[in-house]
């Protein structure tokens, strides 16, 4: 068997693999359009380099490893007519993500971006506008592996956590758990409302005006899944028009933002450069997917770990 990494691994890890699987040969090249793929069973990839032109050169390809969450940039529609498996690493974010959330929500609730402003201005004010993270609510919007995993933490803070899905089906470290057509009328409940949605279908522009004049003037809506959940116009419009209190943004309908967006001007934003995943841990993890999946391939289970459904992106 022949598996092809499209990003480079340590040697290390390397010599791990080869040592797990002596028969499997592994090589890299990130060079997919000009070199010839045609042997390859399997590649690893983040899943950008993967286009149409690939996957007509990659005759031999019956498994995409794709070491990201998020699948949406890929041809889905000629993967699955191919007949080709995809899978991912969903839940990989889980800690750094979930850890990125609480820190941006401490922050604000101890007022610590204040604190460190007068620190740069040698000033000394015990007046600094603070509130405690006990006794709100949270409402996830996708309360899968990361979803859960910040609901788990709020609630060791004493936070009420209502998750929305599609279903309504429980999910793990929620109090409760609602549908989307449902969560307008939640919202008016939520301190914060934080998102952890992929990019699908039933998912872009899925919060319109209605959504956020639902919401209390106070709340912090906080997006870490994918920026074109709502348009940036109707974002700035509700922090302009204090329709909420204060938005935490990892992720943009278009990025990078553009110098001359609104949003690094408002006072009420806080924006970070999808940054929340990152860890110097990801490609260890990944590799831990990839090694179960592919004990599993090679003895011929079919129900690989985090397998997607081309179809529904997801």
Not at 44 to 50: A, N, P, R
Not at 82 to 108: D, F, Q
Not at 185 to 196: E, F, G, K, N, T
Request: proline share 4%; with cysteine; glycine share 8%.
């Amino acid at each position: 068997m022949n598996v092809l990494f499209t990003f480079k691994i340590k040697d290390e890890q390397l010599k791990n693999l080869q040592s797990r699987f002596p028969e499997v040969h592994f090589e890299y090249n990130k060079e997919l359009d000009e070199s010839p793929i045609d042997k390859f069973e399997v590649i690893v990839t983040y899943g950008e380099d993967i286009n149409t032109s690939v996957l007509e050169k990659a005759t031999s390809l019956k498994w995409l490893m794709v070491a990201s969450a998020g699948v949406e940039k890929m041809p889905l529609s000629e993967i699955a007519e191919r007949g080709i498996v995809i899978s991912n690493v969903r839940g990989i974010h889980k800690t750094p993500m979930a850890e990125s959330v609480i820190g941006h929500i401490l922050s604000l609730t101890r007022a610590l971006p204040s604190l460190y402003d007068q620190q740069k201005r040698k000033e000394w004010n015990t007046r600094v506008k603070q509130t405690e993270l006990r006794g709100s609510t949270a409402i996830i919007l996708g309360p899968g592996a990361i979803g859960s995993e910040i609901g788990r933490l709020l609630q060791a803070f004493g936070v009420r956590t209502i998750g929305c899905n599609q279903s309504g089906r429980p999910a793990e470290s929620m109090d409760e758990t609602i549908q989307f057509d449902n969560l307008i009328d939640r919202l008016p409940d939520a301190d914060y409302v934080i998102s952890i949605l992929p990019s699908t279908a039933e998912t872009k522009g899925l919060l319109d005006e209605r959504y956020f004049k639902a919401m209390k003037p106070t709340a912090t809506f906080m997006n870490f899944g994918r920026g074109d959940l709502v348009k940036e116009s109707i974002l700035v419009d509700a922090l302009k028009n204090g329709e909420i209190g204060h938005a935490v943004l990892d992720v943009f309908e278009k990025e990078p933002i553009l110098v001359d967006s609104e949003l690094w001007n408002l006072s009420n934003v806080s924006i970070s450069p999808h940054v929340s995943s990152h860890s110097g841990k990801y490609i260890e993890r990944a590799l831990e997917f990839f090694i179960e999946n592919l004990e599993k391939w090679q003895n011929g289970d079919g129900e690989l770990v985090n397998l997607v459904d081309p179809k529904k992106g997801y």
